[in-house]
């Protein structure tokens, strides 16, 4: 590793949050391509001049390619990595638009209602977390298999997943006895056992200009 980088060509570099379920997914699509990127962490209340001169809109994840193209989505991310994945054993590339869509928009809306109540004082939480478990009762009848593209993690179980953790874990044991997601409860804690999870969860410190370089991503599965 050491030479490729002593090389005058660097790795993409990927600014990521650890606990941010955007730049999750952007991870775990990367971990299983076969992309290596360079990981700097961010924390957000000091956030890289670099990484805002990139992407003024200044949310994580982004990428800043080699060729010096930036994608500050963590979906667009999240497809770049797609496209060198490993097809065989990964079927990354089953997308489900209307669910992904759902989760960034409705889902993420209710979450952050019922996860962050200090912040809508005029919100009523739990009416919030009901219109957002009623979302994961329609994912509970879309669960036919293991993953929503079957036997394997799929692009739309990585893409929607980090958020669905989010709403167990404001109180997990209320999420784990609900009587009426029973596959989506099982879905959820698979993932949350799954490598391809818990390898994009390592910690990192905080980087800093001048640092050595963090390599993340190709891991065997
Ligand atoms: N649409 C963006 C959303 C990314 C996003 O909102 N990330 C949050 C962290 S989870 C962020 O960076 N917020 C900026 C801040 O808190 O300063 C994406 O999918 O990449």
Partial sequence: MAESLQSNKRLPVLYSFRRCPYAMRARMAINQSN???????????????????????????????????????????????????????????????????????????????????NRYPNSNALEHREAALDILRGIEASLKNNWLGGRRPSFTDIAILPFIRQFRGVDAQWFDNLKNIPKVILWTNRFLDWEGFKSVMIKYPQWKPGDSVTTFGVTSF
């Avoid at 992309?35 to 982004?62: F, G, N, Y």
């Avoid at 797609?82 to 590339?93: G, M, Q, V």
């Fill in 35 to 117: 992309k290596t990127v360079e990981l700097r962490e961010v924390v957000l209340r000091d956030k890289p001049s670099h990484m805002i001169k990139l992407s003024p809109k200044a949310t994580v994840p982004v990428l800043w390619l080699e060729n010096g193209n930036v994608i500050d989505e963590s979906l667009e991310v999240m497809a770049w990595a797609a496209d060198y994945a490993n097809w065989a054993s990964f079927p990354l590339k089953t997308f489900d638009s209307d669910l992904i869509s759902q989760n960034d928009t409705a889902f993420k809306f209710h979450l952050d209602k019922y996860k962050y109540p």
